[in-house]
């Protein structure tokens, strides 16, 4: 249903349908269907964290999640539906506070980051944490904003990383 017609013009009773559950009884699962994206975007974000596990490298880690994030792209569709997930994550809905909320995909970058800045490696000038932030809010913002093909994108976000984080000493 959201990849049909996007999240805003998504219907409930189309979705409880498809799904076999009356509304009621999707209501008892999820306040919202902004909700059911934050399932979907769960699911991806711990799928994508365990295939970070084993590089034990801060640079190569932080190349595969780029890699890992246009896959994901590909196989929701490189349409609306990637980016409301994109928009879910950066602006939870009502009733979702994230501070409650273990971050998979944050604790993940901010560990490679933190490592990067143990080894000397991290470029910019500012701690970890922060660089963390302002990290994933260029990966976003390159996925939200700019179009382009998949090769595009893994370029962009690859050069990204390579700002954030230089080669083995």
Do not use: C, M
């Amino acid at each position: 249903e959201f990849r049909r017609v996007g999240l805003a013009s998504a219907s409930i009773s189309r979705i409880a349908r498809r799904a076999g559950v009356s509304r009621p009884s999707f209501y008892f699962h999820f306040p919202s269907k902004e909700h059911v994206l934050l399932e979907l975007q769960w699911e991806l974000e711990h799928e994508l964290v365990s295939r970070l596990a084993p590089l034990a490298d801060p640079g190569e880690a932080l190349h595969r999640f780029a890699d890992e994030l246009v896959e994901i792209e590909e196989r929701v569709g490189r349409g609306e539906l990637f980016r409301d997930l994109l928009r879910v994550w950066v602006s939870p809905p009502a009733g979702f506070d994230p501070a409650d909320q273990e971050l998979p995909v944050v604790e993940a970058v901010g560990r490679r980051l933190a490592d990067a800045e143990a080894a000397g490696r991290l470029r910019a000038e500012l701690p970890a944490e922060r660089a963390t932030l302002l990290f994933l809010a260029g990966v976003f913002g390159t996925l939200l904003a700019v179009r382009g093909d998949a090769r595009a994108e893994r370029e962009n976000l690859h050069a990204l990383v390579d700002l954030y984080v230089g080669p083995p000493r």
